[in-house]
């Protein structure tokens, strides 16, 4: 007889157990994420509208800026939304999908940083 068991979902543990506990960190994650959001924003308006801007140092740093993005909207959203609506359940898709988005966007972070920091080098020493 085979085993037919099969995983649908993690149980993710809470960051507290009682209610004003969760809205509180609710509330630290919306600032955390509405301050990421803002100055992010703010770097890639002002490189973009700016064409004193466009050379590549900057360049780097707009890219920057939006794999900053995309790095915290992976994980910091559903955060939220279980402090907020009190659940503790993310299905395997969105675990697995939030994961490989995660990983994606930090080892582009530190690749950008990698290049960004050669071209640093390549500037002072010529």
């Not at 939220?80 to 930090?106: D, E, P």
Request: proline share 2%; net charge neutral.
């Amino acid at each position: 007889m085979a085993n037919s068991s099969s995983i649908s979902e993690f149980l993710l543990l809470a960051l507290a157990d009682t209610r004003q506990l969760q809205l509180l960190h609710f509330w630290l994650l919306l600032g955390i994420y509405l301050a990421a959001l803002l100055g992010n924003g703010l770097i890639s308006t002002a490189v973009a509208c700016d064409h004193r801007l466009h050379t590549p140092m900057y360049f780097f740093l707009l890219n920057l800026a939006l794999l900053d993005l995309g790095c915290i909207s992976t994980t910091l959203p559903k955060a939220m939304a279980n402090a907020l609506w009190h659940t503790r359940h993310i299905s395997y898709a969105g675990c697995a999908a939030q994961v490989f988005f995660f990983l994606f966007f930090i080892s582009a972070e530190y690749s950008l940083l990698t290049i960004m920091s050669y071209d640093r080098y390549v500037a002072i020493c010529k």
